[in-house]
């Protein structure tokens, strides 16, 4: 079973800009299609953006533009690059399989708030 272990997360104000991180434990990442969900409070969790094993991703409408998922393959990792957030973006972010296992790592939260 992998673990997910997300990182950098935090306080940003609107139109700023931060880099999520997404490390492996017993799983290697670049040979699966991942993806980056996040869950704001009171809502369903919902995928934002994804990346093939080849390497082609995907985004979701409110996100395109703002967002863009990459891998680096050699440090078993996938990161997601956020610009221009918006108050609308805070939520908790994860880090999956698309489509995602049953078990989830802790996430990290991203607040956008002046």
């Known amino acids: 079973q992998a673990q997910f272990v997300e990182s950098g997360g935090g306080l940003v104000q609107p139109g700023g800009s931060l880099r999520l991180s997404c490390v492996a434990s017993?799983?290697?990442?670049?040979?699966?299609?991942m993806g980056w969900y996040r869950q704001a409070p009171g809502k369903q969790r919902e995928l934002v953006a994804s990346?093939?094993?080849?390497?082609?991703?995907n985004y979701e409408d409110s996100v395109k533009g703002r967002f863009t998922i990459s891998r680096d393959a050699t440090k078993n990792a996938y990161f997601l690059q956020m610009n221009s957030l918006k108050p609308g973006d805070t939520a908790v972010y994860y880090c999956?399989?698309?489509?995602?296992?049953?078990?989830w790592g802790q996430g990290t939260q991203v607040t956008v708030s002046s």
């Open positions: 999956n399989y698309k489509p995602p296992a049953t078990y």
């Open positions: 990346i093939t094993s080849g390497g082609s991703s």
């Open positions: 017993g799983s290697i990442f670049s040979i699966y299609a």
